[in-house]
């Protein structure tokens, strides 16, 4: 459910009456002028379950919206919770008691530009293993200052994340679309999301110089994201597409600032993709998830902001590929979703990780 209104009563009220006695994933863009504690406060004097975060952009159907609050419903919670402190790694994943022959649902939303993000998943995963399939994304705002983002029943956090899990099957599509143009090379030094070196030198000599012969344009002191956007990072997988890691900016060091950790030796290549590869690999992700559902009831999409600062004006085509194939088998299927800092999700047999530039497509009950 979209909703526009930016009364608080009446999104209080919409909300209510669209998940009844379930609890509420609310997914806001951050152009939207509403009051979020007002909000939170008056779900909380409704009886409201709920988590949520605050994005670059939202998802409806076929539409990108800066404004705009979309409501899923979180059906069949088993548990929600709130973890702070992110990048301290201070913190405890909280005991879950899973039953056997029971199909569960992790969703999370986790602030975006925090550090160690990649310890979280970790954490999670240590916990609670395959007993539950996963799936979220790295919330905040397209201005990349780190403000509060993620809120549940207990207010609104920033280096923070809010998970709920549900008792019930969901099926995911992972896919990116990049290609490698140059590599590999190895992540001498890292920090946190910075690489500090790579092959033993200063890690922008490195990537400008690829990039630079590559692309034929050269990099002056403000258009670094305007051609990294183009060439990000693949960490190299085993038997798996790459992982790839987005180039935010430079430092005055030379070090090159990361959507997501990386750490000490780890092997990347240098990637880069066009319309079609990236559209194509909507697609099959989205063919992936549909291939292992059987009767879904909505479609969260969690798509990475900078696919749309890629695409542009054809990130409609994207969208457009994903909806189409969707109702093309399952027409009835609700679709809702966000441009994220990052995408989370566990796919296959595989551990659960924090993709860029990558667009995870779930199917729910």
Known sequence: MLITTTKTSEIVNAISNHVGKNAALITIGEQTEIDIKDIIGQLNDAGLKFMGGLFPKVIHGNSILDKGIV?????????????????????????????KDQNYSLFTYVDGLTSNISHYLSKLYENYGMQTTYFGGGAGSLSLKQQPCVFNN???????????????????????????????????????????????????????????EHSGKIFT????????????????????????????????????????????NTVVDILNGNEESLIQAAKSATQESIKQASAPRKAILIDCISRILFLDKNFDKELSAVTGTLEESFNNVSIGGALTLGEISSYGEGFLEFYNKTIVVGLFE
């Open 71 to 99: 409501v899923n419903t979180l059906n069949k919670l088993d548990s929600m919770f709130l973890i702070n402190n992110i990048s301290s790694k201070s913190y405890t994943i909280p005991k879950v008691n899973f039953e």
């Open 154 to 212: 207990e207010g609104v956090f920033k280096d923070a994340a809010v998970f709920g899990i549900m008792k019930m099957s969901s099926s995911i599509g992972v896919k990116h679309g990049w290609s490698k143009v140059a590599g590999p090379f190895i992540v001498t030094r890292a920090e946190g999301n910075i690489i500090k070196e790579i092959n033993w030198k200063n890690p922008f000599e490195v990537y400008k110089e690829t990039v630079e």
């Open 221 to 264: 002191e403000d258009n670094f994201f305007e051609i990294a956007k183009g060439y990000p990072f693949g960490i190299l997988k085993e038997s798996a597409e790459c992982i790839v890691r987005d180039p935010l900016m430079v430092n005055e060091k030379g070090e090159i600032v990361c959507v997501g950790e990386l750490e000490d």
